[in-house]
């Protein structure tokens, strides 16, 4: 393990889905010896991909961590999922690393999720690197996808290696900042590593011209250097490397790599420039204070006190649950005793793990800047702080993204009944982008997800890991009823066959109100019509009859209901008496009030690419929506539209269709209006 925050340098892999990312994340662990060959995502052998549904599809669906060590150097790299289902993942990575390494597909270039994953870090000013991958496939063009990337992307873009040859016969690369070239015996399995040597020679006036932009664009932000290169003085390679890395920092310089992962080609080259490049641990996060509810910041220092945040865990077969955490601040021992700042309670760590991939290996302790696994923590989930007892702070993880795509699951025998919400539960402690409620209105247990993927490796995880079998419906759309006119009408609930009966008499008045004014009772009687101590029986009894629901079956809202008369009998009457005489006359005032349905609207905001609005536009209109307005930013467009609730059951499914991907949208409930 890492002894110091500066020597620890935390990297993620983002971009999209089938660029690359976890073949990339092997050929490290294996050019630096980590593991002993490199594993295939075909065949589901690598490090990061081991859960049976990521082997199934070939899909990164969870984050994983592929730690290695080089030069005294300890690199984290956690690679995440690249589809968009899975960009909770995305965000938890974001907020727990020093540096984006955005991995783009020499044969497909600049994706939607590439450039979500842009965005997402630009937001957060994370410094961000580049790496080109699959050169040596058929149709890869590296000039092609940088010209891409430049236009994706825009200033900073800086290319600090260009490659030597194309498609299968990519060999090597041009390292730029020394005018040197690195080949490769591609014939050789992999891991293997260059040698240096000099440019070919068809490559050298290409890369003279490359090299001056470069140079140039890395001493702009240096006074100095800029000065002694427009004087012809030439830069030593540490400077570059110095005032490169100083760029990449500050989110100014934005290099690019050309890389190999099946043929290894470059990626020792990378390894190498992580260690060199990639900003260390060694700075300041921030935190929420709990008691003030304000903004703090806590230094990355291993004699400061203890805190971790959990952004990852894991349900292992044998060793059970497994958090994966970031040490914050402070060096954590086994046995240590914190509170997770969210539920107050004590968690002791028992035990502390080095986690690569599903792979464990115990550690005496961790560093701050540093990650560390820490199996059965019993009330602890991804996204909870550990701290010292009375250390009210909690550090500032991104807060899950509401589900997009909603569905009702039923158990399959009484067997999976008595297991499903438990189950259900710990799966969404493992996954915060997981929601999991129980409606009582339409007695259906609801599943949260952020799409169709994301629903269906839930489900296949529900039954691998938990036994359950569950059959999936429609949710029921939660209709309302109300009235469109007034009425009125009188409840008698009378039984007297001798002996102490039941005697009541409600005379109510119901009139119609405004949308989303719920329900009022007031209270007329004079004279004495009715005892004092009845009256709360007679609303209780209108309350009930509105939730059973009135002449359409639905639940009875935005209604006032006026008591102005009644009867009592001094022996017989009670409050069961006038209670059902208050439903019975509520009954009869419905049939007489015109009753209409309410459907519930929500608000939708849908971001896309403005050359997809028409398109979005069009598919809303026909979901009767009503559109409020329209913003832009950075190329997207957000739309905001009210939509019935009914429409959005599959729009998840539909939006991806429209856009292929590069549209996302947020909903959330809004009002109720008049169903057509």
Not at 316 to 335: E, F
Not at 356 to 381: C, M, N, Y
Not at 583 to 598: H, N, S, T
Request: charged share 25%; aromatic share 4%.
């Amino acid at each position: 393990m890492a002894k110091s925050p500066s020597s620890i340098h935390n990297v993620c892999l983002i971009g999209h889905h089938g660029a690359g990312k976890t073949a990339l994340a092997e050929a490290l662990l294996a050019v630096t010896g980590t593991i002993p060959r490199l594993g295939s995502v075909e065949k589901g052998t690598t490090v990061c991909d081991f859960e049976p549904e990521e082997t199934q599809r070939q899909l990164s669906v969870s984050l994983a961590i592929a730690p290695f060590e080089l030069e005294g150097i300890k690199v984290n790299v956690l690679d995440v999922p690249g589809y968009a289902d899975f960009s909770s993942e995305l965000a938890i990575a974001l907020a727990v690393t020093d540096l984006a390494i955005v991995v783009v597909s020499a044969t497909d270039g600049v994706q939607a999720q590439t450039m979500d994953a842009w965005r997402a870090a630009a937001a957060l000013g994370l410094p961000r690197m580049i790496v080109v991958t699959k050169l040596d496939r058929e149709r890869a063009d590296f000039a092609r996808a940088l010209n891409e990337i430049r236009a994706a992307f825009g200033a900073g873009v800086a290319p600090v290696e260009l490659p030597i040859g194309s498609e299968t016969s990519f060999r090597g690369v041009i390292d730029l900042l020394d005018d040197t070239a690195t080949t490769y015996d591609t014939s050789s399995a992999p891991p293997v590593r260059g040698t240096q040597g000099p440019i070919p020679d068809e490559l050298v006036d290409e890369e003279h011209e490359v090299h001056e932009q470069l140079i140039e664009g890395i001493v702009v932000g240096d006074d100095d250097l800029m000065t002694r290169y427009l004087e012809g003085e030439t830069l030593e390679r540490s400077e570059l490397e110095r005032a490169l890395a100083s760029g990449i920092a500050s989110g100014s310089v934005f290099p690019v790599l050309c890389a190999s992962a099946i043929t290894g080609v470059g990626i020792d080259r990378l390894a190498g420039l992580l260690v060199e490049l990639a900003p260390p641990a060694d700075h300041h996060y921030p935190v929420e204070v709990q008691a003030g509810d304000t903004l703090s910041e806590v230094s990355c220092d291993p004699a400061g006190p203890p805190l971790l945040t959990v952004c990852k865990t894991l349900s292992d077969q044998h060793a059970g649950r497994i958090s994966l955490c970031k040490v914050v601040s402070g060096t954590i021992r086994p046995d240590v005793v914190l509170v997770n700042t969210r539920t107050r309670s004590e968690e002791r760590l028992h035990v502390l793990e080095l986690l690569r991939g599903h792979a464990t290996t115990p550690v005496t302790e961790a560093v701050a800047g540093d990650f560390v696994a820490v199996p059965r923590l019993a009330g602890t989930k991804t996204g909870d702080t550990l701290a010292p007892k009375g250390s009210p702070v909690s550090f500032q993880m991104p807060e899950p993204e509401p589900p997009a795509l909603l569905a009702a699951v039923k158990p399959s025998s009484r067997a999976d009944e008595d297991k499903l919400m438990s189950s259900l539960h710990r799966l969404a402690e493992e996954d915060p982008a997981i929601s999991v409620a129980r409606i009582d209105e339409t007695h259906q247990t609801v599943l949260g997800t952020a799409g169709e993927v994301h629903l269906a490796i839930t489900l296949e995880r529900l039954t691998r890991k938990y036994g359950v079998h569950v059959e999936r419906e429609d949710v029921i759309v939660p209709y309302r009823e109300t009235i469109s006119q007034g009425a009125e009408a009188l409840g008698t609930y009378k039984k007297q066959t001798g002996g102490h009966g039941q005697y009541g008499v409600v005379h109510l008045l119901v009139e119609p109100l405004g949308r989303g004014e719920g329900f009022q009772f007031n209270d007329k009687v004079v004279g004495g019509a009715i005892p004092r101590q009845y009256i709360p029986a007679v609303e209780k009894g209108v309350r009930e009859a509105m939730e059973q629901g009135g002449k359409f079956g639905y639940p009875v809202v935005d209604v006032a209901v006026t008591c102005d008369d009644g009867k009592f009998h001094s022996v017989d009457s009670s409050e069961m008496s006038f209670k059902m005489a208050g439903a019975l006359a509520f009954r009869e005032a419905l049939d007489k009030a015109a009753g209409i349905v309410l459907e519930p609207i929500s608000q939708v905001a849908v971001t896309v690419p403005a050359e997809l609005q028409g398109d979005v536009l069009g598919d809303l209109h026909s979901k009767r929506a009503r559109v409020q307005g329209t913003g832009s930013e950075d190329g997207m467009q957000t739309i905001t539209a009210l939509v019935p609730t009914a429409e959005l059951s599959r729009y998840a499914v539909d939006l991806r269709a429209i856009t292929s991907g590069r549209g996302r949208f947020r909903v959330s409930h809004d009002h109720y209006d008049v169903k057509p």
